[in-house]
């Protein structure tokens, strides 16, 4: 059985603060930190930076303050430059 949970020490409160703190980000949304294996830890989110003309630097800034601040390096972010709401699947 696959079990997937969020990983201890890490406070996904404080990982949103991270990210709004990078220059140019307005808004954390699809938040997810899980950990599958020990020592592993990944992170998916929507950032949403409108004013951002360089979307690689925004990028760049983020995986830096996850990486440093708490040590994810797996890390999958989609920058949007307004929030895309996501449709109702009807599932």
């Keep these: 059985m696959l079990m997937e949970s969020a990983p201890t020490g ?3 409160d404080d990982v949103r603060d991270s990210l ?13 930190v899980w950990t599958i294996t020990s020592g592993i830890v990944s992170l998916s989110a929507h950032l949403v930076a409108p004013g951002a003309s360089e979307r690689a ?3 760049k800034a983020a995986r830096k303050a996850l990486h ?6 797996h890390v999958t972010l989609q920058i949007e430059h307004d929030r895309v709401e996501e449709e109702d699947s009807g599932v």
């Design 10 to 12: 890490i406070d996904v």
């Design 20 to 32: 709004l703190d990078v220059a140019g980000v307005e808004e954390v949304h699809d938040l997810h």
């Design 57 to 59: 630097a925004v990028l």
């Design 68 to 73: 440093e601040r708490f040590g994810i390096a």
